[in-house]
T-cell receptor, first 115, second 113 residues
Framework: KNQVEQSPQSLIILEGKNCTLQ??????????LRWYKQDTGRGPVSLTI?????NTKSNGRYTATLDADTKQSSLHITASQLSDSASYIC??????????????FGTGTQLKVEL | DADVTQTPRNRITKTGKRIMLECSQT?????MYWYRQDPGLGLRLIYY???????NKGEISDGYSVSRQAQAKFSLSLESAIPNQTALYFC????????????FGPGTRLTVL
């Protein structure tokens, strides 16, 4: 069964600190991996997308890494800000037999940044 | 989020009622999707459409139906709502490439009593 597991489930850090969120997946055959940020009461917003051949992608203070061999990804947030408080969702796309892609969503890591 | 809008944003209804959730987009995307989000679970795909009049079932389509009469609009219906359909519903759009980003609406919080 194709699955996406994220850790930790929740995390509290102080403003200005760095943190790393983890995503492990068993999706196969792999197409691409995305990280989304979801603020409370809002829809998810894309941060990064990586295909099989990419092992790192940055978007400002967000840096995602991908190890397709071990099926692991991480999202590193640098110099955290209060506005980083949100749920971070890992989404893995796999190729369907007969064509097309299907997205499998992780349950998210709830990050809270405090003063 | 302003490019993808959902109405209503909140709805409380009773078991057995028919409910329609609307999604509109100004991004000009061909592909549209309906998801539901429940606490402790990842988003799950209900239905998706790659073009006008094109309808495809997702992983949890039972109890739901959709309509895509125009490129910009994709509506989700619950013919006879039941309490376990209480959830947060999201509409999303994307262009016609498999690796393209999905853009989500702000969500509709539906409560079925």
């Amino acid at each position: 069964k194709n699955q996406v597991e994220q850790s930790p489930q929740s995390l509290i850090i102080l403003e200005g600190k760095n943190c790393t969120l983890q995503c492990n997946y068993t999706v196969s055959p792999f197409s691409n991996l995305r990280w989304y940020k979801q603020d409370t009461g809002r829809g998810p917003v894309s941060l990064t997308i990586m295909t099989f051949s990419e092992n790192t992608k940055s978007n400002g203070r967000y840096t995602a890494t991908l190890d397709a061999d071990t099926k692991q990804s991480s999202l590193h947030i640098t110099a955290s800000q209060l506005s980083d408080s949100a749920s971070y969702i890992c989404v893995v796309s796999f190729i369907l037999t007969g064509g097309g892609n299907k997205l499998t969503f992780g349950t998210g890591t709830q990050l809270k940044v405090e003063l | 989020d302003a490019d993808v809008t959902q109405t209503p944003r909140n709805r409380i209804t009773k078991t057995g009622k028919r409910i329609m959730l609307e999604c509109s987009q100004t991004k000009g995307h061909d592909r549209m999707y309906w998801y539901r989000q429940d606490p402790g679970l990842g988003l799950r795909l209900i239905y998706y459409s790659f073009d006008v009049k094109d309808i495809n079932k997702g992983e949890i389509s039972d109890g739901y139906s959709v309509s895509r009469q125009a490129q910009a609009k994709f509506s989700l219906s619950l013919e006879s709502a039941i309490p376990n359909q209480t959830a947060l519903y999201f509409c999303a759009t994307s262009r016609d490439t498999s690796t393209d980003t999905q853009y989500f609406g702000p969500g509709t919080r539906l409560t079925v009593l």
